[in-house]
């Protein structure tokens, strides 16, 4: 460790040694010496692909290379005199210098010298501004975030242009030593859990943090854990944008475009930034219609069990013989004809995302015969189990938030369990048990049903329904 | 430990549904749905016949040539009994929640209806909102065993048939079961059940001849009201009766009500739109009176003769002849009634609520009285609407107007 605390030797080359010995060499890792002046040598420094190299031949070798200054060549001088960048520090130990070289930074060293210069000309190739894939709308804003924190936090800015957007830097991660941007609107926000969250933030000791997904599970705290979702995460600037103005705290994790926002109610995964930008005649039809999507993909095969395993008096009477009819020869208990149909459907779904783009079609026509049409015909499965668990699955795609997608359909086959026990009447407590859980859970502190539960009038503008713009406005 | 206390619970849970007969779960292909049961009397003691569907004729592709029901009887001391020895021949389970008619012999009818109901009532699995009927001069087996040409089911066959001529046939009531249980248990009205013949080809219209043709060899049809006291059929009520019964009991939806015309032996057709029938108690001279009043609105349905509908006299006297036709008809159906001592209309009913104290007194012999229970009625008939011609089509004359 000592080694590497170690300061900057005068000699260039042995500072090169040192240097090269702490990368191991690395061949991405380059150094150039150039001759500045008759008497003196120059090193840069610096990771292949991390910097700009225009910048670099422009503004900081040309400059460099300019023979005709008369001034003694020092560090200072350069700093101040020479290179034409603006983000320069002065290093002192090679560690230090080599973690920013890391990060992207032109080290200069000059003989003679044992100060080492450090220029943040940062330049790696980028994904450019694209329109979301995961939350696609047709009218209203189309780009979505990137996997570079900077141009993510200006997608927001742009939007909000008021004084009041604080943003907060910290870096978490030992090894991946990740930017985590912390924005929020000052005097809208709780003061308190900005700071709770920093605070969280700092004290997160981790190697790793790729995505957004690291965080929430380190920030909540284990006896709080829930399979709901209790962050709320997106691709879409102006969904983190409207929410920062409502007081949310929105996380940038460098590397990812999916930003994360908290606290997170409920009624949030439900919400699309679509609700807003069409009438809301039509936005509080389709919320209705999403939140009976929400309880098809939950509670439709698990009802189906119920009613025909225990309470077929409930059924019409024709609808029971035609059933009854569709299951002559089916030769498992309804329980497991539904398990089997969806976790042959889950395994369809899961191929669909994993698999290369261009044999795609493949399995879905495979999938679409295979559990549509000839399972149905073998006798293996009746037609209606095909139909409850056709529309669960398209119900599940009806829901906005795919984390909240995945809790619902998770809590299906719970709910499929319960059901093939209890019927109908474990359905109930099974439902009521899972409001009980909505009710007593919180994202950072705040109720999870809120505004439902606790009713907060106010909030009501926006919570199941969404009011008109007009009786929104203070 | 906690962790694998957990694992070890949901384990076991999971492994619940794989076992057989957990709880009263039953898989649809366990179960026979029994859609109609007919009770019959045979030396005594009871025939239950069962009415089972055959699931495989009621999907897409099923077998031709097979019957879609089943039919199964039984001949035990108490229908209970026969339900239970019934599974001997099958190999489902008996599913009765989807009952939709329950027959009855007239013999079975007369003998007394409450033993047999009360395993229908007192079973939770049985849903009480079957209908009841009462077949004449046959077995109630030939009934569940009769071929239909519409439904493929017989039992919903008459289970809608006799909604469908309730609603538009004014002489059929149908009788759900609770309705019947409150007759039972009601103060000063009794019962009735509707009664159903067959007619026809017996031998073709118990096979699947019966429905290969378009003309039906055999058929069944709703005919007539049984009237009860207590649980027991005494008497019948024919169609002009019946239909005082339906009007009085308010539950004349739409109906035509023939009528010949003043002056001549044609007929004339008023389809009834409204009709609304009060019972009323009054006493006079410390003795019990009851009077009707019916408001009725009815449309020209059909006109026969040779009258001129825009004059008004004609109309009014037109409106006359049907009032006095109504009038008629509900007083041969009181005295039916009466004639059975049979309370069917709930004349009691009103008594008791009028006159509670009186009714206490009168309650024990209430049938007796009744029997002889002067009946005012009182008519109040309007005709409105003549369709779309106002008098008959007349292509001898050309008239103007």
């Known amino acids: ?66 023979r005709t200054r008369e001034h003694e060549i020092t560090t200072e001088y350069i700093k101040d005199r020479v290179v034409e960048v603006g983000n320069v520090t002065l290093a002192y130990s090679i560690s230090d210098a080599l973690e920013q070289v890391i990060a992207g930074s032109l080290l200069i060293l000059i003989d003679g010298s044992s100060e080492g210069l450090l220029l943040a000309i940062e330049g790696w190739e980028e994904r450019a501004v694209t329109e979301s894939t995961t939350q696609s709308v047709v009218r209203g804003p ?87 979702p209790t962050f709320f995460n997106t691709d879409r600037p102006d969904v983190i944008a409207a929410g920062i103005m409502e007081g949310k705290i929105a996380l940038f994790i460098d590397g990812t475009p999916f930003v994360v926002m908290a606290p997170a109610f409920f009624t949030d995964f439900l919400q699309t930034p679509e609700d807003y930008y069409q009438s809301y005649f039509y936005s509080n039809l389709i919320r209705l219609l999403r939140y009976i999507s929400l309880a098809i993909c939950m509670l439709a095969p698990a009802i189906y069990i119920s009613l025909t395993t225990f309470h077929q008096d409930m059924l019409p009477t024709q609808l029971l013989l035609s059933l009854a009819a569709q299951r002559e020869g089916v030769p498992f208990p309804a329980f497991i004809e539904a398990f089997i149909m969806e976790v042959i459907f889950e395994i369809l779904r899961e191929a669909g995302i994993r698999m290369p783009r261009t044999i795609g079609q493949a399995v879905s026509i495979v999938g679409s015969i295979v559990i549509g049409q000839a399972a149905v015909e073998a006798g293996i499965v009746s037609a209606a189990m095909v139909i409850v668990v056709a529309i669960t699955a398209i119900a599940s795609f009806v829901i906005p938030s795919y984390t909240m997608s995945i809790t619902i359909r998770m ?64 | ?82 339900v239970r020895k019934m599974t001997t021949k099958t190999s489902r389970e008996i599913y009765f929640s989807h009952l939709q008619m329950l027959i009855f012999d007239e013999e079975t009818a007369r003998k007394g209806i409450k033993e047999p109901l009360d395993v229908l009532f007192r079973d939770p699995e049985i849903r009480p909102d079957f209908q009841l009927a009462v077949v004449k001069n046959k077995q109630a087996k030939d009934v569940l065993e009769f071929v239909t040409a519409t439904e493929l089911l017989p039992a919903l066959e008459m289970f809608k048939s006799l909604k469908v001529s309730e609603k538009l046939w004014a002489p059929t009531s149908s009788v759900n079961v609770l309705e019947l249980l409150r007759g039972f248990e009601l103060d000063g009205r009794n ?176 049938e007796e009285m009744f029997s002889e229970l002067p009946v005012e009625i009182k008519v109040d008939y309007k005709l409105e609407k003549m369709g779309q011609i106002i008098s008959p089509i007349d292509p001898k004359t050309n008239r103007e107007d």
């Open chain 1, 411 to 474: 809590l299906r086959f719970a709910f499929m369990i319960i059901a093939s026990i209890f019927g109908v009447y474990g359905l109930t407590v099974g439902i009521i048990v899972l409001i009980i859980h909505l009710c007593g859970i919180h994202s950072f502190g705040k109720p999870y049903m809120s505004p439902v539960a606790p009713y907060k009038k106010s909030a009501q503008t926006d919570a199941l329904i969404r009011y008109p713009f007009r009786s929104r406005t203070k």
């Open chain 1, 142 to 228: 189309q780009n979505a975030f990137t996997e570079r924190l900077r141009t993510n936090t200006t997608l927001v800015r742009r939007r909000v242009r008021d004084m009041r957007v604080r943003l907060a830097n910290v870096t978490v991660g030992s090894m991946t030593k990740t930017d985590v941007a912390v924005m929020y609107m000052s005097g809208i926000a709780e003061e308190e859990l900005v700071e709770q969250l920093l605070e969280k933030l700092r004290s997160i000791k981790q190697d790793a943090i790729l995505e957004g997904e690291y965080l929430e599970e380190l920030i909540t705290e284990r006896k709080r854990q829930t399979i709901f």
């Open chain 2, 1 to 82: 430990m906690n962790k694998k206390r957990a694992a070890l619970l949901l384990l076991a849970c999971l492994t619940v549904p794989l076992l057989t007969g957990c709880f009263n779960s039953k898989e649809l292909n366990q179960l026979s749905v029994a859609l109609a049961m007919g009770i019959d009397t045979v030396d005594g003691d009871y025939m239950v016949s069962v009415q089972l569907v055959d699931p495989s004729q009621m999907s897409k592709n099923k077998v031709p040539d097979r019957s879609p029901t089943t039919v199964h009887s039984e001949t035990c001391s108490t229908v209970f009994e026969c």
């Open chain 2, 191 to 366: 019962p009735v059940i509707t009664g159903m013949t067959l007619s026809g080809d017996m031998k073709k219209g118990k096979s699947l001849q019966n429905v290969k043709q378009p003309h039906v060899p055999a058929n069944f049809h709703y005919t007539g009201i049984g009237m009860f006291r207590q649980d027991r059929l005494v008497g019948w009520m024919n169609e002009d009766e019946s239909k005082a019964y339906t009007y009085i009991m308010n539950r004349v939806t739409s109906t035509a009500g023939l009528v010949n015309c003043p002056h001549s032996d044609n007929k004339f057709i008023a389809e009834v739109t409204h009709s609304h029938v009060k019972i009323k108690a009054h006493i006079e001279d410390g003795k019990p009176k009851g009077s009707l009043h019916a408001m009725v609105t009815a449309n020209v349905g059909e006109v026969e003769c040779d009258v001129n509908l825009s004059d008004e006299k004609v109309f009014l006297e037109l409106e006359e002849h049907v009032s006095y036709e109504l009038k008629d008809i509900l007083e041969r159906g009181v005295r039916k009634a009466q004639k059975y001592k049979a309370d069917v209309f709930g004349f009691g009913e009103a008594f008791h609520r009028k006159y509670p104290k009186h009714w206490r007194q009168w309650k024990d012999d209430w």
């Open chain 1, 1 to 66: 460790m000592g080694t590497q605390a170690e300061a900057f030797s005068a000699e260039l080359h042995e500072n090169i040694e040192a240097l090269q010995t702490m990368m191991g060499h690395s061949v991405d890792f380059v150094f150039r010496i150039l001759t500045i002046s008759d008497n003196r040598r120059a090193g840069l420094f610096y990771l292949e692909g991390m910097i700009d190299i225009q910048t670099m031949q422009d503004h900081i070798i040309r400059p460099l290379m300019d």
